[in-house]
């Protein structure tokens, strides 16, 4: 993890990346949640016997989103800075999921800090990330992500 003290040693960064996360194992606990969170139950995500017969994974798959919802928890495994008070997601500019995460992959982020734009107080940052599969050369996602941190 890397340590800033303050958004100015932050903006040293611009343009850097800042490394990848330890990986995450998504389960095929962590992929029923995410169903029963978001009400989205199509057999590819919970039903593993239709998995096996049906699906070219041969085991379901999580959730695109589940995928990206990984990042806020993948950015605090990567950085930190410690005087910021407060950070909010501000949206994305582009996600692309380019792969599946077949249910016990495991997986990680790796980003770099593409803009950083000051505002009161703060600042608004975009961050390429891409999450990666163990094993995989063809990452599953990649997400232009925007986050506002705040002094």
């Not at 695109?64 to 500019?93: C, E, I, R, W």
Request: with cysteine.
């Amino acid at each position: 993890m890397k340590i800033f003290a303050n958004l100015t040693a932050l903006k040293a960064e611009l343009g850097q990346e800042l490394g990848s996360t330890p990986y995450l194992t998504v389960t095929q606990e962590m992929i029923n949640d995410f169903a029963k969170a978001t009400l989205d139950f199509q057999w590819i995500h919970v039903d593993v016997e239709m998995a096996k017969q049906h699906s070219p994974f041969k085991t379901p798959v999580a959730h695109g989103f589940l995928t990206l919802s990984l990042a806020p928890k993948f950015m605090s495994d990567l950085f930190q800075v410690t005087s910021v008070k407060m950070g909010v997601n501000y949206g994305a500019n582009k996600i692309r999921f380019t792969s599946a995460v077949p249910a016990g992959s495991n997986v990680r982020m790796r980003a770099k800090l593409a803009e950083l734009e000051e505002i009161p107080n703060g600042v608004r940052i975009i961050m390429d990330c891409v999450f990666e599969i163990e094993g995989q050369t063809k990452p599953a996602c990649i997400a232009e992500l925007i986050s506002v941190m705040y002094e």
